[in-house]
């Protein structure tokens, strides 16, 4: 069965192609596997630990790092990969219940989020600040 989507709705138009997208991370780019039932609270922790994991470095920001859909999240890709780190990344504006329930997990209310094997690091603020003082590095290598 055909859907549309009408206007400029990308959020819509990525839950609307979902079902055809395989779950994996392809080319740093995670996708949430899909549970059959994200009914409890405990069915979503499990996805969100699963997915802080999918990558040793994991970074979840609006849009993708070739095309970040806000300027923090620019900023963010831009200190990464500034500093030669390879990340996987996970559009949060393409699953609203990862961007919803990420903040609760990991008790940070905003994004850009980065985890190093499913520890919160911080956001843009702790990431820029790391990699003025020259520990950013060191932050992620700790965690590895």
């Known amino acids: 069965m055909a859907e549309s989507v ?10 609307k192609l979902a079902p055809f997208s395989q779950s994996a991370v392809t080319s740093g780019v ?4 899909a549970p059959k039932s994200e009914s409890s609270k405990e069915q979503l922790h499990a996805r969100l630990a699963a997915l802080t994991n999918q990558a040793p ?4 920001i609006k849009g993708s790092p070739d095309a970040p859909q806000c300027g923090f999240s620019a900023k963010f890709c831009k200190i990464l990969t500034d500093n030669n780190i390879e990340f ?3 559009n949060i504006l393409s699953d609203e219940s990862v961007r919803n329930g990420l903040k609760e997990y990991s008790n940070w209310p905003t ?3 980065l985890y190093v094997k499913g520890k919160l690091v911080g956001g843009v603020d702790i990431v820029k600040q790391l990699a003025e003082s020259g520990d950013l590095l060191d932050s992620i290598n700790d965690n590895n």
């Open 6 to 15: 009408k206007g400029s709705n990308p959020p819509e138009v990525v839950k």
């Open 111 to 113: 994004y850009p989020q």
């Open 30 to 33: 995670a996708q949430a596997p």
């Open 57 to 60: 470095v994991m970074a979840f």
């Open 88 to 90: 996987g990344h996970f």
